[in-house]
């Protein structure tokens, strides 16, 4: 038997499923919460191995939506931040019947910069890895710092990120190291032409993780999805710039 994740539900209307990226937990919604269950039913969950869903365990990234889709509305508008878009495209790709529509918010098929693909340089990723043993508060504090960057209210964004983070427990190592693994490892470009269903992608055009110029290249390997930058965002423009978020969700999910 799966081991139940965390959940919170708040609102009515169709089914808006939210999943939060690396090191995080549920609560980095609780800004726009309030806003979106006005339109939506809001599922908020926390992945395996973090927030009250500590005790959940998964392998791989196709194990961790598997569990997702096992738990989640049986039909839903799936939307992911940063790692947690990886594991909503892979449901998407998994269950098409099951993700309606598939938002991914300042996220990229392939996290890890190769070639002429723009993401995070692999030393990087190394080094949090590295990091994550020593002292994993701080890795995290610092990975806030850079999701913030660029940014023009950084200070204010990285003070509600660090809030949300500490009002649920600690994520476990293993599933913050399996986390890093997915950002490093995980590509999942050669498998965009499948995914069918409404796909709208937002970009911060500030943002140092997942560069602008993925929402142009994925233009091309996903010609079926759409894009939308926000001009003055960094990583997590759901905080930076909750209005125009919200009313850029609204418009595509009708």
Request: glycine share 8%.
């Amino acid at each position: 038997m799966t081991a139940e994740l965390h959940w919170q539900t708040q609102g009515q209307g169709s089914d808006l499923l939210l999943i939060h990226g690396w090191g995080m937990n549920g609560a980095v919604w609780q800004q726009v919460l309030p806003m979106l269950a006005q339109h939506y039913r809001v599922h908020v969950v926390d992945l395996p191995g973090y927030g009250h869903s500590q005790h959940c365990s998964v392998a791989d990234a196709d194990e961790m939506a598997g569990m997702l889709l096992e738990q989640a509305p049986e039909q839903a508008t799936w939307l992911g931040w940063s790692l947690g878009g990886l594991v909503a495209t892979s449901a998407a790709l998994q269950a098409p019947d099951r993700v309606e529509q598939l938002v991914t918010v300042a996220s990229s098929p392939c996290f890890a910069a190769e070639k002429a693909w723009r993401g995070i340089k692999p030393e990087v990723l190394a080094d949090f890895r590295r990091q994550l043993d020593l002292d994993f508060r701080t890795t995290i504090e610092r990975f806030m710092a850079l999701q913030a960057m660029g940014s023009p209210s950084a200070r204010q964004d990285i003070r509600h990120l660090k809030e949300a983070v500490l009002s649920r427990p600690e994520p476990e190592p293993e599933a913050l190291a399996l986390g890093l693994d997915m950002l490093a490892q995980v590509d999942l470009r050669p498998e965009l032409g499948a995914i069918s269903q409404p796909w709208l992608r937002l970009y911060g055009r500030l943002d140092g993780l997942v560069p602008a110029k993925v929402a142009r290249d994925l233009d091309k390997l996903a010609p079926q999805s759409q894009q939308h930058v926000f001009k003055a965002a960094s990583h997590a423009p759901f905080i930076s710039h909750p209005d125009e978020f919200i009313d850029t969700l609204k418009a595509f999910t009708g």
